[in-house]
């Protein structure tokens, strides 16, 4: 795993190298001897060029190594000839890492390019929804909001915890247009998710204190 792993990292350079080899041999002793360095070359610099080295981030991203994914993400010089599954996941990450740094304008722009080129995984493009309605939402723009998220139930998103917040977030944008069954329906949704972690579980505590009261 790690000789492939290095042969990934280094697959341009090794790729020139096999090509430079190619023509010294052709130029010696002719072109078919020199054959399989030129198909080498070019399959090393086609493969660079058009997947790329996004499986060398696994082990970084595993380990929190936060700056040696962006190192990766960074080597990455034409991200518009990675292969479109791949540049999908391309942009997935860089929106994640840009979340994480709070720089959501940056982060909506890399969801939105994922979102159009669209995923492999349906699960991976409903968690790229449901990240894209969250920040509607944050800006008060609950009608796209609503929109990213019903495209991310539809999709289908990956865990009951994800799962839980896009029932519960069109719940809040129910109650604010007033539509108080809906509300309550996807509120019901949202518990039947079961969700453990706190702060969504505190969040349908609060929700449940206003939802007993409505009429519908």
């Not at 790690?2 to 023509?23: H, T």
């Not at 723009?141 to 999709?155: C, F, H, N, P, V």
């Not at 990956?158 to 839980?164: I, L, T």
């Amino acid at each position: 795993m790690k000789f492939y792993n290095l042969l990934i990292k280094y697959r341009f350079w090794l790729g020139l190298l096999a090509i430079a080899l190619a023509v010294m041999v052709n130029v010696w002793s002719g072109f078919w001897p020199a054959f399989l360095l030129y198909f080498v070359g070019v399959i090393a610099l086609f493969s660079h060029f058009f997947i790329g080295p996004m499986r060398l981030i696994q082990g970084p991203m595993e380990a929190g190594n936060i700056e040696e994914v962006e190192k990766i993400l960074n080597s990455i010089w034409f991200p518009g000839l990675l292969y479109k599954p791949v540049r999908s996941t391309y942009y997935t990450i860089k929106g994640n890492l840009a979340m994480m740094k709070q720089d959501f304008d940056t982060a909506e722009k890399h969801l939105k390019k994922s979102s159009d080129l669209g995923s492999p995984m349906p699960e991976a493009e409903g968690a790229n929804k449901l990240q894209l309605g969250m920040m509607a939402m944050q800006r008060g723009d609950l009608k796209q909001g609503e929109s990213y998220i019903r495209a991310a139930i539809r999709a289908g998103i990956p865990d009951k915890e994800s799962e839980a917040v896009a029932y519960l977030s069109m719940c809040q944008i129910f109650m604010n247009k007033r539509e108080f069954r809906a509300a309550k329906e996807f509120f019901r949704k949202a518990k039947a998710c079961k969700p453990k972690t706190k702060q969504v579980v505190d969040q349908v505590k609060e929700i449940e204190k206003y939802i007993s009261r409505m009429p519908g």
